[in-house]
């Protein structure tokens, strides 16, 4: 998950066009998951932590490793700083990703008996990790609807007009406001994934955008031209 840059706003789209938008996501794709990799709370807490200012593929390649290594907190903890380091220094940041989740394995085992708490304060209170991870934690290995704006969501909600805000915490509340909550949990993977694949950084790839309709970004693009053979 990379860091958010802020595009150019677009007006906010009406209340019923944000709910056609999240339904016109949802029909596309009715089953969003994760694309990381993960077997249970803990594995999915160091990996979403991992994944701050890099992409989720090279998280996966790292963590298949080290998952095997250590999947527990307590194996985490005797791995320690140095052996977690061995598995993730193709990732950005990774001495002080190492650092952290040495520390919040150790601190799983001491304050929560080795377990990954359900409770956002204690989440936040684990090294590196702050309300975006959380959130992610809390929606997609408690099945809570919370919504963890990262880049590409904080994109989406901006050039579309689903949801403008300045930060993530505004894109955030705003999200929670306008999406039903019934699809508030799905839509934070339908908005990861669609920010991924079509509505992108430099380019969105608006012909095929199953939201187009209700999208309120003026510049939408063409697909491009094919050359004749």
């Known amino acids: 998950m990379l860091r958010p840059r802020p595009p150019a ?3 906010p789209i009406s209340a019923a066009a944000a709910r056609s938008f999240i339904m016109a996501l949802a029909a596309a794709n009715p089953n969003p998951r994760s694309e990381l990799h993960f077997e249970n709370p803990f594995t999915l807490l160091v990996a979403v932590a991992l ?3 890099t992409t989720d593929k090279s998280v996966n390649e790292a963590t298949k490793t ?3 290594e250590a999947p527990t907190p307590a194996a985490m903890a005797a791995l320690g700083e140095a052996g977690i380091a061995r598995h993730i220094r193709r990732l950005g940041l990774w001495q002080g990703k190492a650092r952290n989740v040495a520390a ?3 601190l799983l085992i001491e304050r929560h008996g080795g377990e ?3 409770d956002r304060a204690a989440l936040e209170a684990l ?3 702050g309300r975006k991870t959380a959130n992610v934690v809390l929606n997609v290995a408690f099945n809570e609807p919370t919504m963890a704006v990262d880049t590409h969501i904080f994109r989406v909600a901006n050039r579309t007009g689903l949801a403008p805000g300045r930060t993530p915490r505004e894109v955030e509340d705003a999200l929670v406001k306008r999406i039903p909550h019934e699809m508030l949990r799905d839509a934070h993977h ?3 994934l669609h920010g991924r694949y079509i509505c992108k950084a430099r380019k969105p790839e608006c012909w095929h955008c199953p ?3 209700w999208c309120g970004y003026r510049d939408k693009t063409k697909p491009p031209k094919t050359k004749p053979s």
């Open 9 to 11: 706003p677009t007006k």
């Open 116 to 118: 990954v708490p359900q």
């Open 127 to 129: 090294p590196g990790v």
């Open 66 to 68: 080290l998952f095997a």
């Open 211 to 213: 939201a187009a309709r």
């Open 190 to 192: 339908w908005l990861i």
């Open 51 to 53: 994944s701050a200012q």
């Open 104 to 106: 919040l394995a150790r």
